[in-house]
């Protein structure tokens, strides 16, 4: 009974290493485009890594300029991730803090979906002053997306690739295959899915739009370009010449002309950023106390429902039959 235990917690834990397998990576085609929107990729398969390098500038332009006062800097994104990433299954990655949570197609980074304040950065009274693509400049110059960007989300957009989260794992639009548009609530707790036989992130049209943690092992804190103003020193001109007044009334909300309202400049929680780790509170600098318990910190099931029936299934097998001299 013993050496009949044994082999069932071996197999068990063969299970877990089959589910959790690396796998799953970007195609070749998706490397390659994104290699043509001027990404510099180095792939080692040894290692399992893929550095991925661009200015930070993206390859599209806007209608309504970069959609706020900030320039838009040469950043030199910088980044290595996994080749073949992994799922983590004891702690979920933290996707609520500032800065880039992904790279997009063009160049640009990807951030969470909220402001300074902690708002919702797309919608909303608190929405900041995007330009028509969902996207602006940061302070520091570094041009990223909050939604879906709709300047890369054109032409057939079923199953349309649109960049890499920080874990190695891929993020697609909103539409699939089937003309299917997904939202939020179909998603997992990390805003992804497996579809296919693969995990993916998929955008949404809905809060919290790209990313709500990272679903891969190992995402690493990397520091875009040298340590000062995020390395950029060299400013970008909008393309077109529309910009944004200096007086900050301009913006997808709340509106052209309308003064942006005192609150949406405070926050109740200012450490909201660092105990926020699942992106599903949509005003966490006003409404922590709203959030879930098991959103805080990071805390996170240890497995999902595919890894539950693994285990359970090879625990059955090698409890009610015989362990024959076959297996040992």
């Known amino acids: 009974m013993e050496v009949k235990m044994n082999l069932c917690f071996s197999v068990a834990f063969a299970a877990l290493l089959l589910l959790v397998s690396a796998n799953q990576t970007l195609t070749t085609e998706e490397l390659q485009m994104m290699r043509d929107n001027n990404y510099t990729i180095t792939v080692d398969e040894r290692d399992n890594t893929v550095i991925f390098e661009h200015i930070g500038v993206p390859d599209h332009t806007s209608e309504r300029g970069w959609g706020n006062n900030h320039e838009v800097e040469i950043v030199n994104h910088k980044y290595t991730l996994h080749l073949k990433p992994t799922v983590a299954l004891i702690k979920k990655g933290c996707a609520g803090g500032f800065g880039v949570v992904g790279l997009a197609v063009t160049g640009a980074a990807f951030y969470n979906p909220f402001t300074l304040y902690g708002w919702d950065a797309v919608n909303g009274e608190c929405a900041e002053e995007l330009d028509n693509c969902k996207g602006h400049p940061s302070p520091d110059g570094t041009y990223h997306y909050h939604g879906v960007p709709e300047c890369l989300y054109t032409g057939d957009v079923a199953d349309k690739f649109l960049g890499v989260a920080l874990d190695g794992y891929p993020i697609y639009g909103p539409m699939d295959s089937t003309g299917k548009n997904w939202t939020s609530a179909e998603l997992d707790q990390c805003h992804g899915h497996t ?74 929680y200012p450490n909201w950023n660092s105990e926020i780790c699942y992106v599903v509170c949509r005003n966490p600098g006003n409404e922590l106390d709203n959030c879930l318990d098991n959103d805080i910190g990071g805390s996170s099931s240890v497995f999902n429902s595919l890894s539950v029936i693994y285990i359970v299934t090879a625990s059955f097998v090698f409890l009610h039959f015989p362990v024959t001299d076959t297996f040992l």
Not at 228 to 255: C, K, L, Q
Request: net charge positive.
């Open 195 to 268: 579809y296919n036989g693969r995990y993916m992130y998929r955008a949404t049209f809905d809060f919290p739009y790209l990313i709500s943690c990272f679903h891969g092992d190992s995402v690493r804190v990397q520091q875009s370009g040298p340590p000062v103003n995020n390395g950029g020193n060299e400013t970008r001109e909008p393309p077109v010449d529309d910009r944004p007044s200096a007086n900050g009334t301009i913006g997808n909300a709340p509106g052209v002309g309308e003064a942006i309202p005192q609150k949406c400049r405070m926050a109740k």
